[in-house]
């Protein structure tokens, strides 16, 4: 049996910044700062955000398992369903976008909902930097230790 949560609110507007241009090469084009663990929450507005981006639109997100309070495996969004997976072995802090056409991929630094504003705002500017090469997995403790 599959579950499919959907949302009656408007959605929440995410805290998210892109970079400006496409570089396959640098490992995150954004970064995102959710306000909770709750995926029903929190993902709709994220998508219907990253729908606006343009040519076509999300169908699919994979994130890390373990940062997230449950785990709908489908959202209705938009009047849409949207597959979400949720996976141990996602690196810590990333968050994967998807659509079905042309290959289009986003990988976002996920910010957790607890983490102080001024470490939450440098790790966003990092991760969309057009020179980060920082992997998801390794800004935040980057950040953290050096504010230390």
Do not use: C
């Amino acid at each position: 049996m599959s579950r499919v949560a959907g949302f009656e609110q408007q959605p929440s507007t995410p805290r998210v910044r892109l970079r400006s241009a496409s570089n396959k090469e640098l490992p995150l084009n954004g970064a995102w700062w959710p306000r909770s663990d709750d995926p029903v929450a929190e993902l709709p507005g994220l998508v219907m955000a990253l729908d606006e981006l343009g040519d076509g639109q999300v169908t699919r997100l994979v994130l890390h398992r373990p940062s997230w309070s449950s785990f709908p495996a489908r959202l209705t969004v938009a009047g849409r369903v949207v597959t979400v997976g949720y996976f141990t072995t996602q690196p810590l802090n990333l968050l994967i976008a998807m659509r079905d056409s042309y290959g289009w991929r986003l990988d976002l630094l996920t910010i957790p909902p607890g983490t102080p504003e001024d470490v939450a705002e440098l790790a966003m500017e990092r991760a969309s930097a057009e020179d980060n090469a920082v992997p998801a997995q390794f800004m935040l403790s980057g950040i953290e230790a050096s504010k230390q």
